[in-house]
């Protein structure tokens, strides 16, 4: 009557997540499970605990993290990928650095907004006078 358990139940839901992610997590690496269970389990834990992040600071910071949904894709790949015992497609460990590397940029590109672009596109135009003053007037590189 006095709402405990609802305020429990309020406060700790992200632990229901994050709980059986590293159980699994924990039985994979004492060989009880096979490596496959790594992909839902790195994908649980990024979950629990970017849910248990929200739900304890408010949920508009899902407006700048989402992209760390992405993550938790790409950390249960690598897990996957880097722990299994068995011999793995290479392909998996190179969708888990693209995830991976597209959560980081999305990531950069929610946090910074519209800056993240005029610092790309400055480098870029810095890479251009590099390249073209690196050039002489034949066209060759200078050595």
Do not use: H
């Amino acid at each position: 009557k006095l709402g405990v358990f609802a305020f429990l139940g309020r406060a700790f839901w992200p632990l229901l997540i994050l709980l059986p992610g590293i159980l699994l997590q924990l039985a994979c690496f004492s060989r009880n499970l096979s490596s496959y269970w790594l992909i839902p389990a790195g994908t649980l834990t990024v979950y629990g605990i970017l849910f248990f992040l929200c739900n304890t600071w408010g949920w508009g910071l899902m407006e700048v993290l989402w992209p760390l949904l992405i993550s938790g894709i790409a950390l249960g790949l690598y897990e996957y990928y880097s722990l299994a015992s068995v011999r793995v497609d290479q392909r998996i460990g190179l969708a888990s650095l693209l995830l991976g590397a597209l959560s980081i940029v999305l990531l950069l590109f929610t946090i910074l907004g519209s800056a993240f672009l005029y610092m790309v596109a400055i480098v870029l135009i810095a890479a251009a006078i590099w390249l073209f003053l690196g050039q002489n007037k034949s066209g060759r590189m200078r050595k």
